[in-house]
């Protein structure tokens, strides 16, 4: 049995190394990206059953870029979005179009391992997800938080 393939994407040298090495001891061929640019270089060039990425990244770009990439380029992809800002969590709601999971940081590694494990085994991903960028995903959600308030003209 071939070892499924992770690309693990994240800014953070220790927590992009640490988790690398966990997820190497828990049988998953992983390979890892530093950057956005690095992420989609390896997105064209390789296949991944798995893709674990951090929504934060530096410079151009952001975790919702990865997915959306790995969506075009293999979408039986497990995706999983990992983000340290709590606030966070009921805006990535939205982005569950797009990807399979959405974790907070600091998350449980042995849990994290049963998650792709359990997706992997079970095909379960989203079949019906339909690619949406960002602005139209957001557009949406900002929609929704100012139904039914009023403006200073009453409308």
């Known amino acids: ?19 690398q090495a ?11 990206a530093s950057s ?8 064209a060039a390789e296949k991944f059953g798995v893709l674990l990425c951090d929504m934060h990244m530096p410079d151009r770009g952001d975790g919702l870029t990865v997915v959306s990439a790995m969506r075009h380029a293999n979408a039986d992809a497990v995706t999983i979005v990992f983000s340290g ?4 969590k009921e805006a990535l709601s939205a982005i569950l179009v797009q990807a399979d999971e959405i974790l907070m940081k600091p998350f449980d590694i042995p849990s ?3 998650l792709i494990t359990k997706r992997l085994a079970t095909g379960d991903r989203s079949k019906t997800r339909v690619p949406e ?8 959600e900002c929609g929704a938080t100012h139904t039914g308030l009023v403006t200073p003209h009453g409308t």
């Open 85 to 88: 800002y709590p606030e966070m």
């Open 133 to 140: 960028n960002v602005a139209t995903i957001l557009e949406r």
């Open 36 to 43: 956005v640019n690095e992420a989609l270089s390896h997105i």
């Open 1 to 19: 049995m071939s070892l499924a393939r992770i690309l693990l994407v994240d800014d953070n040298d220790v927590v992009r190394t640490t988790m």
């Open 22 to 32: 966990i997820l190497e001891l828990n049988n998953f061929e992983v390979v890892s």
């Open 112 to 114: 994290l391992i049963e």
